[in-house]
Each structure stands twice: as structure tokens, then as C-alpha cells.
């Protein structure tokens, strides 16, 4: 039962376009939300989180909305360039600490 | 500041046999995680070890186990491993308390053959 969903596997993004990444999820006792990045070869490293108290958090060209009654999240990248290509990973925290994550998304911008 | 490292960074076992995952976390942290990313499935939350006892554990057979040792590194064991345990393993660390940002380890491969 997968409770975070990322339904597109994939997405190309022309550089300095924006870059949208969805994240849908099920449980709503979840009250935290973090995107993970990863690079091949390496572990994710961690980009952005949310608390389920706000609808929107920040930092540079990284932003991350909240849609509770949708359940459901995006990460947006402006503008994006080719170092953002990677897998990038939705995950939420469930009470008690354990986490869940989605299936990742495979961001190649294009030069 | 050294980050979450991790051994073996591959690991080839055969069906029926036992695997021994080891990790360090970062400094000053307490909670180390264990997660599974088979292939083209997301990370599966596998354990969460916290000042040296188990807080949860995901939804994994009892041949799945590890310990957290004094000083928090943390070690997986997978016994009577089967074909479809071929996977990436991560560790993870954080400071414990809940919400708490995690930081992964470069991940061991398990092959099993």
C-alpha cells in the first residue's frame, strides 16, 4: 500500500523554465513533508520540508506547496538548471517517526 | 564534518545465507534509519533505531532485525536472505527528535544470488 505517490516517473524541463514535481499522499495524520534529491550512485540528500501547519515554504529557487485537503504536494524548481537533473523523492512523516516516501521522479533539464 | 557512512558499499550473497549491514551516523545524532529501495520501488521504511532501542519498524518480514550499539552505529542483519532482498539499503541518521531531518549514507547494494 503505497501511501506517497509520485505518479510521474519522469520529467524534461528546458533550463530556466520552471520545473513542477507532484507528490500526492493518502494519510492524513501525516504532518510533515520533505523532498529529497538524489544523484546516481550517491544517498538523497535532503532540499525542502513543510510542516502540515503551512501551505507554502521556501528557500531560493526551491518551493514547496501544501495542499491538505487535496493531499497533495509540489515541489517547484525556478529557474532550473541541468544540476537539478536527478531523482527527486516526496516523503512524509507519519506519527511515531517513520517515514514515507514516493517512488521518485527522474528530472533531466535540458541545456 | 564527516557525513552518514555506510559498509559494505556492495555485498553478493547467495539464497539462505545471512547479510550484515553496517552504519555510522553523523555525529551528535542518535536515531539511525534503515531503508530499502528495491528496484523500481520508492525507499520502504525498514527500522528506526533510536538511543539504542527499536522505536518502529516497517512492514518486513522478522528476518529482517538489527541492533543500535552504544556509540549509535547501527547494524542491519537480513537472514535467510531470498532473491527478491537484492536491493539498495540506506541508513540514515538524525538528532531523534520527531520530524527531524535525515540525513542518507551512500547506500550498500545487495545482490543476491
Known amino acids: 500500500d503505497q501511501q506517497v505517490k509520485q505518479n510521474s516517473p519522469s520529467l524534461s524541463v528546458q533550463e530556466g523554465r520552471i520545473s513542477i514535481l507532484n507528490c500526492d499522499y493518502t494519510n492524513s495524520m501525516f504532518d510533515y513533508f520533505l523532498w529529497y534529491k538524489k544523484y546516481p550512485a550517491e544517498g538523497p540528500t535532503f532540499l525542502i520540508s513543510i510542516s502540515s501547519i503551512k501551505d507554502k515554504n521556501e528557500d531560493g529557487r526551491f518551493t514547496v506547496f501544501l495542499n491538505k485537503s487535496a493531499k497533495h504536494l509540489s515541489l517547484h524548481i525556478v529557474p532550473s538548471q541541468p544540476g537539478d537533473s536527478a531523482v527527486y523523492f516526496c516523503a512524509a512523516s507519519a506519527p511515531g517517526n517513520q517515514f514515507y516516501f514516493g517512488t521518485g521522479t527522474s528530472l533531466t533539464v535540458i541545456p | 564534518e564527516a557525513g552518514v557512512t555506510q559498509s559494505p558499499t556492495h555485498l553478493i550473497k547467495t539464497r539462505g545465507q545471512q547479510a550484515t549491514l553496517r552504519c555510522s551516523p553523523i555525529?551528535?545524532?542518535?536515531?539511525v534509519y534503515w531503508y530499502q529501495q528495491a528496484l523500481g520501488l520508492g525507499l520502504q521504511f525498514l527500522l528506526w533505531?533510536?538511543?539504542?532501542?527499536?522505536?518502529n519498524r516497517g512492514n518486513f518480514p522478522p528476518r529482517f532485525s538489527g541492533r543500535q550499539f552504544p556509540n549509535y552505529s547501527s547494524e542491519l542483519n537480513v537472514n535467510a536472505l531470498e532473491l527478491e532482498d537484492s536491493a539498495l539499503y540506506l541508513c540514515?541518521?538524525?538528532?531523534?527528535?520527531?520530524?527531524?531531518?535525515?540525513?542518507f549514507g551512500p547506500g550498500t547494494r545487495l545482490l543476491v544470488l
Open positions: 555525529s551528535g545524532h542518535t536515531s
Open positions: 540514515a541518521s538524525s538528532s531523534g527528535t520527531a520530524s527531524e531531518t535525515q540525513y
Open positions: 533505531y533510536d538511543e539504542g532501542e527499536e522505536r
